[in-house]
């Protein structure tokens, strides 16, 4: 509340700029940004097996005299997202086609790359085993890997005892700790084969420095309102905790 009352004072003293604030948002939910407004192209629904999706959203940034909005932030803006009160859970991914297997036997695998915090923001649990937690989520830590049901009765013939599998992707060698449910896409329309630890698998999917850096642009961010919180309230949040964040770490360059 301290955070929000002093937001709006301060675009109570300067009016002229609450519109560039609140409408567009430097950093927050627009009106058609809802991620679940988008139409399904096969059926008028959420994307499936997402608990309550009327209350998750994709966070877009816009940047000071730019036109539009991007729907890629920084790693360390999702971080400090991750702070915003009006946000009961953040989560952050990026897509990318890495390769599976070596040499002559190599062929193409979709991944996304995901934080931890990505199925429990999302409500779901797995068909089988488990997924991935913080501890697996960080830089150097040992690969491990969650695939899709398709994935999983295509390519692994749907076998139980996939579990502790090793699958060799881009430069690691990850290890199958989970199986997703079945028709479980994400928040988006097209299935990947595997999701990973987004910061583990950082060096196969961007530079490691993408994860300090402000400047690059590479994830998409994704936040869960907390309860009683409203999308304006919340972007309001949002656009102070960048402008706040953004700020401390220009004087520390």
């Not at 877009?60 to 859970?89: K, W």
């Not at 960080?138 to 049901?149: F, I, T, W």
């Not at 599998?165 to 299935?191: K, S």
């Amino acid at each position: 509340m301290n955070d929000l009352r002093f937001a709006l004072r301060s675009l109570r003293a300067n009016p002229g700029f609450t519109v560039a604030v609140v409408l567009p948002l430097a950093l927050g939910i627009g009106a058609n940004t809802t991620m679940f407004t988008v139409l399904d192209t096969l059926l008028l629904k959420p994307p499936a097996l997402v608990q309550d999706p009327g209350q998750v959203h994709r966070l877009y940034l816009q940047q000071r005299g730019e036109p539009g909005v991007e729907a890629s932030a920084s790693f360390p803006a999702y971080e400090t997202m991750r702070t915003v009160r009006a946000f009961s859970a953040t989560a952050a991914s990026y897509h990318a086609r890495l390769s599976l297997g070596h040499g002559v036997d190599a062929r193409p695998v979709d991944v996304t790359g995901v934080t931890a915090s990505y199925f429990p923001l999302l409500g779901v649990r797995p068909a089988l085993g488990r997924f991935f937690d913080a501890t697996e989520d960080r830089l150097g830590a040992s690969p491990v890997a969650v695939v899709s049901y398709h994935y999983w009765r295509r390519e692994l013939d749907g076998d139980p005892a996939v579990l502790g599998r090793a699958v060799p992707i881009g430069q690691f060698t990850y290890t199958v700790v989970g199986v997703a449910p079945e028709g479980f896409t994400g928040v988006d329309l097209d299935e990947p084969d595997v999701w990973l630890p987004l910061r583990t698998a950082t060096p196969d999917l961007n530079d490691v420095k993408a994860l300090t850096s402000r400047g690059w642009f590479w994830i998409n961010v994704l936040a869960r309102l907390a309860p009683g919180q409203t999308p304006a309230a919340a972007a309001v949040q949002a656009t102070f905790a960048h402008r706040r964040a953004a700020a401390a770490s220009d004087r520390k360059s």
